[in-house]
Nanobody, 115 residues
Framework: QVQLVESGGGLVQAGGSLRLSCAAS????????MGWYRQALGKQRELVATITSGGRTNYADSVKGRFTISRDNTKNTVYLQMNSLKPEKTRVYYC?????????WGQGTQVTVSS
């Protein structure tokens, strides 16, 4: 099993930046990819970005050019650098890890961007 702990969320003004972190523990050696999803209240959870064990990245169109996903294998941590944040309702960002075809989710970290 894989345990994920997110951190780095908070309140930021539009145009600002935040960096989210997701630390993985447990059966980390079999993780195929990790990533970030986000969910607003009453909305479906949506993909933000993913990164494979080989470093290949994928982004939602809405965040391309503004968000960067990266990983530090020495710390078993994935990051999401979010720049040029747009004003929006509060969303919870969730970290996901796929290990052996099974998905594991973190508890989420809240992000609010004020106008």
């Amino acid at each position: 099993q894989v345990q994920l702990v997110e951190s780095g969320g908070g309140l930021v003004q539009a145009g600002g930046s935040l960096r989210l972190s997701c630390a993985a523990s447990g059966s980390i050696f079999s993780i195929n990819f990790m990533g970030w999803y986000r969910q607003a209240l009453g909305k479906q959870r949506e993909l933000v970005a993913t990164i494979t064990s080989g470093g290949r990245t994928n982004y939602a169109d809405s965040v391309k050019g503004r968000f960067t996903i990266s990983r530090d294998n020495t710390k078993n941590t994935v990051y999401l650098q979010m720049n040029s944040l747009k004003p929006e309702k509060t969303r919870v960002y969730y970290c996901i890890a796929n290990e052996g075809g099974r998905g594991y989710w973190g508890q989420g970290t809240q992000v609010t961007v004020s106008s």
